[in-house]
């Protein structure tokens, strides 16, 4: 069983399924990871979650991701990918995310100026290595990744990367790819970290566009290779998402796409209104509010046509204006579309013939439709 989701299936995508897990996998991240906040004065919310590959195959989440606002006002974001081949590249990019914030709030305490973001990306892969072999007594070369590393201002800000990772901004619902997009075979990289040599690190401007979107190849192959998708999610990511609201954004499913995706969502400035929600009613002509009143006494005017029975057994009948008062103080009216006031607050409206109240213990509502059938609502 899983929650619904609005994510689209384009094109003849595999079932979703449980997955497995391999054996003597103790280097293993969460499958799925979900985060958001307002960092200074942006907009941040981030998502990782497994791919169907891996999920096939028993492997871990290879993707990571992690961001920071320094006391400067500028947010860092880190995004790496583990490469497949290499035995535990899911500990090589955790330990890069981390490294690069940790290298970040260096360069903020130094205050000497605005942060390279190639100058962090070199720190934090040496860091990276030291750790997985100091550590975790493991070969940095069998923790390779590729990552990206992001200072962003106000006004703009730098992007530096190693591999594939890719980035895109945001505007009126159209993605710009800030690096240009590798042509031939997807899946296949020349450079890595650690162990990267310094003509390796590309570098890009970042635009003062509303929205910025940092990913994986998982995510960004699909955007390169889906009008369909570019169009949902542009749509969709025009406006500030909370974290579950960008991990439901990635659970779309589409034919060929099974590598983790990643995608952390900047949005500066001041965002547009998001559409008003579709209304939702849990029966026809159903309504709750909150108003309630306790007191002990009891009354009752009524005269025959709707029905109503206590939990002692007594029946009352009113007539189609009838109104009532139950020993805790609770008000009913009945119009048949009968509206009535429980003693815990909660107003109701219902197109109903009949009530039932029930008083004790575990308080609900019964009630019969008009074809006859008894329902129940939680109160």
Known sequence: MDLASEAPTIGRATAPHLGRLNADTP????AIALDG???GTFRVA???MIGTGHLA???PRQDAYNFMVGDSGRLYIAVADGLGSRPVSQLGSHLFAESVLLAAAEAEDAGTGEPDPAALLRQASRRTAELVEGVYGQDPRAAGFVGAV???TEAGGRLARIGDVSAFSLVDGEFAELFAADEGLVNIVTASMPGEREEEIELVDVPPAPVLVLGTDGLANDLRNSGNLRAWLGERWRVPHLPFGVGDALR????GSHDDRTAVVVWRGTPPTAPSATPVTASPAASLTASATASPTSSLTASPTASFTDER???FAASPT???TDERGASFTDERGASFTDERGASFTEERAAFTQEHGGAAGVGNADESGAEQADET
């Open 150 to 152: 992001a200072v962003i």
């Open 322 to 324: 009838a109104s009532f």
């Open 27 to 30: 280097l293993r991240p969460p």
């Open 252 to 255: 779309y499913r589409r034919q």
């Open 57 to 59: 195959s028993g492997h």
């Open 313 to 315: 057994g007594a029946s």
């Open 37 to 39: 906040t307002t960092a």
């Open 46 to 48: 981030a998502a990782s």
